[in-house]
């Protein structure tokens, strides 16, 4: 009788019962479909830039920034998720580690881009947000995600500052890479 336990081997992903494994179409059905919304979130950077400058000019301004920043931001995330699960189901194909890389490096380029709006809403007074709210009452519905940067207020830097941490993300993530691949 040998004292040694018995050394099972794992099953190769392609081996496992569909059963027993994620069922990821509830995100995406084909990666294809993964590829739009990748490309629609890289086409938005640019217009989430532009947006830059405006928030003080009108309530209508302040809306339109802060849809477009949430609809980029909700699309990025089902990106970031898909692309980073389909990695975690099996981390020995090569693709979806590209995959995942992508999505890392398209978070990190929308942070910058994005990094602009909350030291420009932190330049917006107390009296001119109510104005705002009166005058654009859908702006109420986001009240509370103003209210939250308003409490960040003391740990919020400035544009410039916030834009190169944001665009650093691939930098200090490096690391994480690293040890992931190998």
């Known amino acids: 009788m040998s004292l040694m336990a018995e050394t099972k081997q794992l099953p190769l ?3 496992v019962p569909v059963e027993l494994t994620w069922d990821l ?3 995406y059905q084909t990666d294809s479909e993964f590829e739009t ?3 629609a979130v890289e086409n938005d950077l640019t217009a989430l830039q532009q947006l830059s400058g405006t928030l003080g000019k009108s309530a209508a301004d302040l809306l ?3 849809e477009a920043l949430l609809a980029a931001s ?4 089902k990106v970031y998720v898909y692309a980073q699960l389909k990695n975690d189901q099996d981390t020995s194909q090569d693709r979806y580690q590209a995959m995942y890389a992508r999505s890392q490096s398209l978070a990190a380029r929308f942070g910058a881009a994005v990094a602009w709006f909350d030291p420009e809403l ?3 007074s107390p009296k001119q947000m109510a104005d705002y709210y009166q005058q ?3 702006l109420k519905a986001y009240q509370r995600l103003y209210d939250q940067t308003f409490a960040k207020r003391e740990h919020i830097l400035n544009h410039d500052v916030e834009e190169v941490l944001a665009g650093a993300d691939d930098i200090f993530s490096s690391g994480e890479n690293v040890w992931n691949s190998g």
């Not at 909700?74 to 995330?77: G, N, V």
């Open 13 to 15: 992903r392609k081996d």
């Open 25 to 27: 179409t509830t995100i």
């Open 37 to 39: 919304d990748y490309q």
């Open 64 to 66: 339109k920034a802060t």
């Open 74 to 77: 909700r699309k990025l995330e």
């Open 122 to 124: 932190l330049t917006l």
């Open 136 to 138: 654009e009452p859908k």
